[in-house]
């Protein structure tokens, strides 16, 4: 009976240590699964890293070029200087050398090596390959160098809020050169050398190179003799009227590409002002596309065009073409007076058409307008020239302006924004809309770039334009656009009137607000231009901030755009019409 017990105990704990042993080889056949299949690469990596050093290779960033081909933006080669404090035989002679030969604290340099808290140590970036050639004729044992790049922008100051800038390693930090980043960028490469567990090479194995793969070209829809004819005019107003700034956009109406786009002053993008970030801020910033302002009577176009398909619809609210509204200077609205910038007594601009009230931009005719339409239907035409939100336009911090909600918009505010105030917009924002007034009624999102390619000229990617969104008819469109032609050809817009050519267009003088109050004396002055009005190809819009000795949209921007069009005429062989 007992040696029947001792066998069953026996038995028992064989069991036991069976199933032991069985769950430990489990455990052991699981562990290596984890370690040869699931964790593999994660554990080759860190055993590569525990015996390699790697010195990075970086991409060529791509260039940024015109429409027409010209390089914009480009990059230099360049070198980078490491130390690899585990192999620095002699910490003094080397950091003194270095320190002699890119200007670098040597002291500090020698301390940082002694100390060994990190393997490699970058002394400097985007050195010269005259000071490499001098650095090679130390052979100093620890100090390695690798291929750099320097970003370089051949025009140095022109498109400068466009095109942005990069860090100094390289990436995007500004305007295109951060938003198509992705594409510009590249992917580094490496040297790879093998060291010991000191973290020292050895010198007896052949590094491993790991190529760089560099960066696509991004062609823009910037028309460089455009761009230089814009710059070149802002330039001159700035001289002659000394503004805060000014800046202009021309883009194609029949597609939205922008053509050219400039804001002064600027900055030299070779030179970027890296130590004051107030001032980069702001020279850096591209007011045409994040900054709103009240767009005062170049919003009149909007109204009119509005009226214009309303009219022609049928609507009994909208005023018809022939109305003649009456020649009071003022509406009262709201308890409060809307007034006409012109007296009358000398008889200027009695009672007037539409045609003769854009002419003469009348404050009240397009009051009047307004409140006849009504709230609905008004910003039904707001809405979908894309006022109150932003364009889409390829370019980071797009503002939207500002629109009062329909729903607690009142009589008074609508009547204003008939007219161009109680409303702000930015300039792109308003120059996408006018565009739509005038070409036939179709709305386009502006672009800035054409297509990706390869170095080697190869497409990648077209950045096709966006569909077109149809905001009125094509009749209320050409309507408008004949009204504006007059407006150049016998109104405010004369001093952009060019003998042989079709040009329309609005002007506008808008009063400024600071602190939720009308600053006396501050405006912004604006015109917007286009030619043919027939068939526009070139739609311009200036803006003018606070100029000194100017008292309106147009004496001092519309000019500006009479030079951006001689000028584009001219360089681009537009015959007469």
Request: proline content about 3%.
């Amino acid at each position: 009976m007992k040696n029947t017990y001792s066998l069953t105990v026996l038995r028992k704990r064989l069991f036991a240590y069976f199933c032991l042993l069985a769950v430990l080889i489990l455990v052991i056949i699981i562990r290596l699964f984890f370690v040869e299949v699931v964790n593999s690469n994660t554990l080759q990596q860190k055993a590569i890293d525990q015996w390699t050093r790697e010195l990075p290779v970086k991409a060529k960033r791509g260039n940024i070029l015109s429409s027409d081909g010209k390089i914009l933006a480009t990059s230099a080669d360049s070198f980078a200087v490491f130390v690899r404090t585990r192999s620095v035989k002699d910490s003094q002679k080397v950091s003194q050398i270095l320190g002699e030969l890119f200007g670098v604290d040597s002291q500090s340099l020698q301390q940082k090596i002694d100390k060994k808290a990190t393997s490699e140590i970058t002394v400097k970036r985007q050195v010269t390959k005259n000071e490499i050639i001098k650095l090679t004729d130390y052979n100093l044992d620890g100090v390695y160098y690798s291929v750099d790049n320097k970003r370089v922008y051949p025009y140095d100051e022109m498109l400068c809020s466009v095109l942005g800038y990069t860090t100094v390693d390289g990436l995007g930090q500004g305007g295109l050169e951060k938003y198509y980043n992705k594409y510009l960028a590249g992917i580094d490469g490496e040297i790879l050398y093998e060291a010991d567990l000191l973290g020292s090479d050895l010198s007896s194995k052949t590094p491993t190179f790991i190529p760089s793969v560099n960066g696509l070209d991004v062609v823009l829809t910037i028309d460089y003799e455009i761009q230089l004819i814009v710059e070149s005019a802002l330039n001159k107003v700035m001289h002659e009227y000394t503004p805060k700034g000014a800046a202009a956009v021309v883009l194609n109406p029949q597609n939205g590409q922008i053509l050219a786009m400039a804001n002064l002053p600027s900055y030299d993008l070779n030179n970027v002002p890296r130590d004051d970030i107030e001032s980069l801020n702001s020279l850096s910033r591209n007011g045409l596309v994040v900054d709103s302002y009240e767009p005062g009577s170049t919003f009149k176009m909007v109204t009119a065009l509005a009226n214009i398909e309303e009219s022609l619809n049928g609507n009994l609210n909208a005023k018809p073409l022939n109305y003649v509204y009456n020649s009071s200077r003022y509406r009262q609205v709201a308890g409060g007076k809307i007034k006409c910038w012109s007296d009358h007594k000398n008889g200027k601009h009695q009672n007037q058409t539409l045609q003769e009230a854009l002419n003469n931009s009348c404050n009240p005719c397009f009051t009047d307008i307004a409140l006849s339409l009504g709230t609905e239907t008004f910003y039904k035409y707001i809405k979908s020239l894309n006022f109150g939100k932003v364009t889409g336009v390829d370019f980071l911090g797009e503002a939207s302006g500002m629109l009062i909600p329909e729903t607690a918009v009142k009589e008074g505010d609508l009547a204003r924004i008939g007219f161009g105030q109680s409303v702000a917009v930015t300039p792109l924002q308003l120059a996408a809309a006018a565009s739509a007034c005038i070409n036939g009624g179709l709305y386009y999102t502006p672009k800035l770039v054409k297509e990706i390619k390869t170095s080697d000229g190869k497409v990648v990617e077209i950045m096709k334009p966006s569909t077109a969104k149809r905001v009125a008819s094509k009749k209320a469109s050409q309507i408008l656009a004949e009204y504006l032609e007059n407006v150049v050809t016998n109104g405010s817009g004369k001093q952009c009137y060019i003998e042989g050519y079709k040009v329309g267009g609005k002007t506008g003088t808008a009063q400024k607000f600071v602190d939720g109050k009308i600053a006396q004396g501050k405006y912004v002055m604006s015109f917007v231009g286009f030619f043919p009005s027939n068939a526009p190809k070139y739609l311009c819009l200036v803006t003018v901030d606070e100029p000194i000795g100017g008292n309106y949209g147009s004496t001092v921007a519309a000019p500006v755009v009479y030079d951006i069009f001689t000028n584009v005429i001219s360089a681009k062989s537009i015959a007469k019409q």
